[in-house]
């Protein structure tokens, strides 16, 4: 009877935390898992320490105390460089210098610059081993020219 009582209580227990993480924000939800497999790692690692077996118990003490400190800190850390060098803005192209990377005139017609556009496009977009940058000037090209 005691048996049951306990699966009840750790069913009971495993489906209020899946809802209570299914509720959190992502980083909410991954700083608090780490805290509660923290505490169950120092209670592994005190535990199998205690009965003997510190070569299993003091692995899992220390790794569970460096996730608690990670989980406190605020999660891991970013990487040096995370947003040092925001994307610059596009900068402002002419009409003479997209006219020119479309190979039309000045005074082409809508169609043309739509047809100079598509040709252009299969050759330098990153799908067809162009690059993005590339597909980025003469999609900006085109819309200097349409006055998008």
Do not use: C, Y
């Amino acid at each position: 009877m005691g048996l049951f009582f306990g699966l009840l209580l750790t069913v009971g227990a495993l489906i209020g935390l899946a809802w209570m993480f299914a509720n959190m924000k992502s980083r909410q939800a991954a700083q608090s898992l780490r805290i509660i497999l923290g505490l169950l790692g120092v209670i592994l690692g005190a535990v199998l320490t205690l009965r003997g077996l510190p070569v299993a118990g003091v692995p899992v003490l220390t790794a569970a105390l460096g996730l608690l400190v990670v989980a406190l800190n605020g999660g891991p850390s970013k990487p040096a460089n995370a947003g040092a060098h925001p994307p610059s803005a596009p900068t402002a192209m002419s009409r003479k210098e997209a006219a020119e990377l479309l190979g039309v005139p000045l005074d082409a017609d809508v169609e043309a610059i739509r047809s100079a556009h598509r040709d252009l496009m299969k050759k330098v977009h990153p799908d067809a081993g162009g690059s993005d940058a590339l597909a980025a000037k003469v999609q900006q090209a085109k819309d200097v020219l349409l006055g998008s």
